[in-house]
């Protein structure tokens, strides 16, 4: 079985949902009509993912003030031309922000794409991802732009894509499915990037992540689709606390499946919030030296939003973070930081519970803590820490809200990685 399906299983078992659509190979280019390549030169990545067709178009991107500037100039094209986008070229190891002459240099990157794919430039869209604050090296830049078409125009290759948007990342990120409607069959594909850098301190999105259909659906439907699915995915999920500058997500859909999306919106939605669950997983598995995943389940809430403030308040703890590195069941760090989250709780009746997937203990049940180090539960409890997928249950019992955060561990080598970014 492909690599890459190996690692989705290792995902998918986490959640251990039923599925109405399977898991395939190949990322962005599964869907029919799609062509993606990537080449890399050192540090510098150019990919490019290509439609056959015009394609319908939707993307979120960052809040952060400081905006890099293929953010703006795509933000600008989607708002003229979201019903006839071909082509999303993206760049690593420069983010093309906070620089002079950035914004010419990003339509410069969309320029040499719509002339080698001869195609025109309001319908391609542009990304980058690396360091801030630099010129970018557009000699490099332009030349990975040849050289990605040429491969591009040979074959299609998913792995090559997803390699050349890398920074910090420790693997590629990559999920495509596929189910069936009258006989039919439709897929989406995807390839993000990410593990620095992260928070859902935003309306859209986290990181960059590229996803391709081939459903046919109307603009606004897609954008709603895509709304929800990161809502849900993205925006819950948390390595460091920090919001990019260059956060984006793009999704093209060239309705060659022949399949409409009022055929199976139900399915689409549900398949699409998937792909991007898992790429979330995936980003935070992949944190800049994390080597633990933490899925942060608080229920029992008076409102929605209490539950994605308490779960997110407990992701983003750095003491919580760095008790699941040491591989320290220490329920009062858990306990703190829905607390001071400012969702309605009542330290009295709440439960915290820990699990393995295979295993799990109550830390706190009913308000009452375990507090003797001796007790077989706390025993439990230390060796289910030990774990590199742990999950955190917290019951507040006061109304029927809940909402899934997502995170990682916090060690030295995140420290390490950080200290040495632009050295």
């Not at 990120?173 to 039919?184: D, L, P, R, S």
């Not at 994605?308 to 009062?332: C, F, Q």
């Amino acid at each position: 079985m492909n690599i890459e399906i190996n690692l989705l299983n290792k995902f998918f078992r986490i959640i251990g949902e039923n599925m109405d659509f399977k898991i395939i190979n190949n990322g962005v280019i599964s869907p029919k009509g799609f062509m993606a390549n990537g080449y890399r030169n050192g540090k510098y990545g150019v990919g490019i993912i290509y439609s056959k067709r015009d394609c319908i178009a939707a993307g979120t991107f960052t809040t952060n003030k400081v905006v890099a500037h293929p953010v703006k100039l795509s933000k600008e094209i989607l708002k003229k031309n979201r019903d006839n986008i071909r082509a999303i070229v993206v760049n690593s190891g420069n983010a093309n922000c906070f620089t002079k002459d950035g914004y010419n240099d990003g339509k410069e990157m969309i320029k040499k794409t719509a002339e080698f794919l001869n195609i025109p430039e309001d319908s391609v869209l542009v990304a980058s991802t690396g360091v801030i604050g630099r010129k970018m090296p557009m000699d490099i830049i332009t030349q990975g732009i040849e050289k990605t078409h040429n491969m591009l125009k040979k074959e299609g290759n998913n792995n090559n894509f997803a390699n050349s948007i890398l920074t910090t990342d420790r693997f590629p990120k990559t999920i495509a499915i596929e189910f069936q409607v009258n006989g039919k069959k439709v897929r989406i594909g995807a390839t993000a990037k990410g593990a620095g850098m992260i928070a859902p301190n935003m309306l859209h999105a986290t990181m960059l992540s590229f996803i391709t259909t081939d459903i046919e659906i109307n603009p606004n439907d897609l954008k709603n689709s895509l709304q929800k699915s990161v809502d849900i995915s993205f925006n819950n999920t948390i390595v460091d606390g920090d919001t990019s500058t260059n956060d984006t997500v793009f999704i093209l859909a060239n309705g060659e499946s022949g399949i409409k999306y009022e055929e199976c919106s139900n399915l689409f939605d549900k398949a699409l919030a998937h792909i991007c669950r898992e790429l979330s997983k995936m980003i935070v598995m992949d944190g800049e030296g994390s080597k633990k995943i933490m899925e942060v389940l608080v229920k029992g809430c008076t409102s929605k939003e209490d539950a994605i403030k308490a779960s997110k308040s407990v992701v983003r703890s750095l003491l919580v973070k760095t008790a699941l590195y040491g591989e320290d069941p220490n329920w009062g760090r858990i306990a703190a930081a829905v607390g001071y989250s400012g969702a309605d709780m009542d330290m009295g009746t709440m439960d915290i519970i820990i699990s393995d997937y295979r295993r799990e203990v109550y830390l706190v049940k009913g308000g009452n803590p375990i507090d003797n180090e001796a007790d077989e539960d706390f025993k439990l409890a230390r060796d289910i820490m030990k774990g590199d997928k742990i999950k955190i249950t917290i019951d507040l019992k006061k109304g029927n809200y809940e909402n899934i955060a997502y995170g990682c561990d916090l060690g030295h080598d995140y420290v390490k990685l950080n200290s040495e970014y632009t050295t």
